[in-house]
């Protein structure tokens, strides 16, 4: 070759590398997808053969692939707030959705009130009880305040009438009419809340203004898509940033006509499919509207999948988490590894793949400083900025150190020392998995994090995840000569990290938890306690 050509091809490359530094260093676009619920098992660019992903098929090939991409929690609401603050949830408290904190006017928890400029879906949660026929998530409370106390009673009619009959006491009417006015009154309250905790709960929001209540899912993400694309025509002259959270696969699980039955996975598969669409056509508006090159995208879940989801017909609705243990709700790998995709073509590699622990809490300091802002300054941030890793400046992760909360209790730590492959992981409490043998909690529906629930682990439970990624064999002083001082260099770390943790307000306290009227949303008059319109219909008009 002459020396002229390689001249040609050096100043080639050099002109490409200038570009993507250049554009790197722009203000781009940014689009975070989270899928709710969907295992790491569950797309094909994560090894699943039979769900069809070609959407995120596509983002992985055409961008980043993290395989070690971590949920700061592995229940939604922490999850998706460390998503969007860069913190540990245990540092905001904040571990639960709502609207209201003083009044039917203040919306002090809406996204209007906490930087977004436009708000349309959900601002509770998706349930089961949200949708007819799909069953309800409150059986086990239902059993305890209403079946429960209706047999108590019964017995207690049946043994004094036995009495009085027999003539061994005096049984006063007012005591049966009291015991039976009991009962009705127990029977009523779950008529009633059966009868109206749908539309009290299930609702969709557009800005401050409710659209449909009860919620109706016939074409949902048909419809939540298409406004997600009117968001991106409307914005496209400018830089913007668009969160598309995602209602699937959280149970209660939908698809509409054009996927339903169509997968080989069930609901869940159908689900997971149209999801996959919604994913496809987000891109395919960035293309007509030649913002591809200038926009970053993000999908993850919020964390691993629901593996007790079974259905009242035994219907499994929850994903995969392919080879690893655990799922949604407990620190073992199911549970917090998800899926991590990035894509931005001319400025990150097509088909890398990123093998360091990363974490859903990256995700705030890339964005701020791709964005041109300064971090705050007044709090602790945890994430860290994946660019230098995404670029290929750093190779190994920042995080030399990450910590998985389970509900406000440190469940586990990670450490990737420095220079070394390893990945060690030590746990101070696992789950009691039950049945024996499975591999979650399914009476409980999900694993609970004290108590007899519990196994307390002195010394900690220590894995090596380079070599033991489904977490079967831990290694022991005997196995592993450094044992004890792995296990010291990370509670150094634990006493280091909890320094920095202050006390917040409990926001899972009795008085967060009840029921407050005043509070309640209701699109007609509360009085009647009717609460029913459809706005998404009457309205197709998409504005700020």
Known sequence: MSNSRKMKIFLLLLLFLCEAQSRATSRPNFIVLIADDLGIGDPGCYGNKTLRTPSLDALAKGGVKLTQHLAASPLCTPSRASLMTGRYSIRSGKWHLGIHCHSKTDFCHHPLNHGFDY????????????????????????R???????????????????????????????????????AALILASLLCFLHYFRPLNCFLFRNYDITQQPLSYDNLTQRLTEDASQFIRRNAERPFLLVMSYLQVHTALFASKDFAGKSQHGIYGDAVEEMDWSVGQIMNVLEELSLANDTLIYFTSDQGAHVEEVSSRGEVHGGSNGIYKGGKANNWEGGIRVPGLLRWPGVLQAGLEIHEPTSNMDIFPTVVKLAGSPLPEDRIIDGRDLMPLLLGKRQRSEHEFLFHYCNFYLNAVRWHPPNSTSIW????FTPK?????????????VCFC?????????????????KDPRERNPVSPTTEPRFQEILETM????????QTVQRVPNQLSLGNLLWKPWLQMCCSSFFSLSCQCDREKQDGRLSH
């Open 119 to 142: 708000f349309h879906g959900l601002p509770v949660t998706n349930l089961r009880d949200c949708k007819p026929g799909q069953g309800t998530v409150f059986t086990s409370a239902i």
């Open 144 to 182: 305890l305040l209403v079946f429960i106390p209706l047999q108590v009673i019964a017995i207690a009619l049946l043994t004094l009438a036995v009495l009085k009959w027999l003539g061994l006491c005096h049984v006063p009417p007012a005591v049966f009419f009291c015991l039976v006015f009991l």
């Open 425 to 428: 992981k030590a746990f101070f």
């Open 433 to 445: 998995f039950t049945p024996e043998g499975a591999n979650g909690c399914f009476p409980t529906h």
């Open 450 to 466: 004290f108590g007899h629930f519990v196994t307390h682990h002195h010394p900690p439970l220590l894995f090596d995840l380079s």
């Open 491 to 498: 509670q150094r770390a634990v006493d280091r990290h909890a």
